[in-house]
């Protein structure tokens, strides 16, 4: 399946099944569709949801993540709908009384991430709305995955829970340790424009100071350098561009100019 | 209010405002208030809620979120909503054509993480269900976060655009020692001064645009929109002090009486 979505996350490396085990509604199957298909995931499984599928409701919620939905599968148990898969993960807000490896979502996708290229395919299991996994699916999976959460408040709802692990797996097979394209920080600038050259801001300076001087706001000698200074400053921080400085410079003239009695 | 909660977490550091922007389903603001408790957020702002408030459905979708819901408060405008606080923080899944910063949460976290110990609260915008945040609400903020997202399917849910960005600042807040003053675009302060306060700026943004008016600049009704968003921008970015806003204030002032002849 992975190779024939749209994602193209999914293409370039399959990205591991989610396994849904006895959900009870509808909408939140469909929740969880596009949750998935947010993060590039496609591969969807059920066992014994608790209403007919296909499901209306499911479809509705889904907005768009027709995909994921369509290409569902229907398994009658958990051990049917893992049988062919390489390792699997089962998500539990609540500690057990198993001896199990316990990831974060971020650790566990660091495993896909290092596993991608070995063609296996791995699963996460979901279990049912506020009950989570029975003691019996946990114990068939090879890794316990705990999202990190405030203690005091921590049952996330199944979509959600679905999102967070794959936002980390998202960001694992993309290698996107900081995400978008660029540095921290980055100013994203109109295309039709460009950032000011310093001859630019300096005559926006100039202009600015010319007026000050002419209506007297520089006019006490000694503070007129940190004045000036400051001014250049501010103006400076903003990271003008070079449509902004003449938008300045137009600002400053009208200003100066007044009402056109 | 923080310190009055329950989470542990919020307690700790505040942690920032959410504020939904005209939230359109009482169902969708209870799930945000739900992914908010589960990342120990706790402060909501509600601006123009479509639904009367409070709002049942929200109440039963908070799944005992319900102090997140009690506490939230409603505002008129964005504005209003924003006004006391120090930075704030568009999150949007379309570029726009704005010059801003834009991060991942990923990287916000680290820098709301680096602010704590200011004692500043700041806030994060989000946009009504489907259609985001208005260009206006945009113009407003002092960067952008996009979550780094399936480009062929980036469009999330309400709350789980909460989720993902409560998600990093969870996990930023309970990891251990922030990273040196001065990383991720934050802007070292004269001791004497303070950030301007939102109101201080849009008193500042309504001021110049009084005078332009007046003068003519922004006489073309259909532009008037665009070019006051495009100064509101550029100012913004500029990351004023309360004495710079004065500064300014006094320029624009001084610019229009003229000289004294």
Redesign the interface.
């Known amino acids: 399946m992975a190779g024939t979505d749209?994602?193209?996350?999914a293409a370039r490396g399959g990205g591991p099944v989610v396994v849904l085990i006895e959900p009870q509604l509808g909408e939140n199957i469909g929740?969880v569709a596009?949750?998935m298909?947010?993060?590039?995931l496609t591969r969807l499984r059920l066992v014994l949801p608790r209403e007919p599928w296909p499901n209306a409701k499911a479809a509705a919620a889904a907005?768009?993540?027709d995909q994921v939905l369509d290409e569902a599968r229907l398994y009658p148990s958990t051990t049917a709908a893992i049988a062919d898969l390489s390792r699997v993960y089962a998500t539990t807000a609540r500690a057990r009384d198993m001896t199990k490896r316990l990831l974060t979502p971020e650790q566990a996708a660091a495993e896909w991430r290092g596993r991608r290229e070995a063609g296996t395919t791995d699963g996460i299991l979901f279990g049912k709305e506020a009950k989570g996994l029975h003691n019996d699916d946990v114990a068939l999976a090879d890794a316990i995955i705990a999202?990190?959460?405030?203690?005091?408040?921590?049952?996330?709802?199944l979509?959600?829970a679905v999102?967070?692990v794959g936002?980390e797996w998202?960001?694992a097979a993309?290698a996107?340790p900081?995400?978008?394209p660029?540095a921290?920080?980055?100013?994203?600038?109109?295309k039709e424009t460009r950032p000011a050259t310093k001859a630019e801001l300096v005559g926006l300076f100039e202009h600015?100071e010319a007026?000050?001087d002419?209506?007297?706001?520089l006019r006490v000698k000694e503070r007129r350098p940190i004045?000036v200074r400051?001014?250049r400053n501010?103006?400076g921080?903003?990271?003008?561009?070079e449509q902004?400085v003449r938008?300045?410079r137009?600002?400053?003239a009208?200003?100066?100019?007044?009402?056109?009695r």
Chains 1, 2 share one sequence.
């Open positions: 749209s994602s193209g996350v929740m596009r949750a298909l947010n993060c590039g907005s768009g993540a999202v990190p959460l405030n203690p005091a408040f921590s049952s996330l709802n979509a959600m999102l967070l936002y998202y960001r993309t996107t900081a995400g978008p660029g921290a920080g980055i100013i994203t600038m109109p600015l007026e000050l002419a209506c007297g706001f004045m400051n001014l501010m103006l921080r903003a990271g003008l561009s902004e938008t300045l137009g600002v400053i009208c200003l100066v100019t007044g009402p056109r």
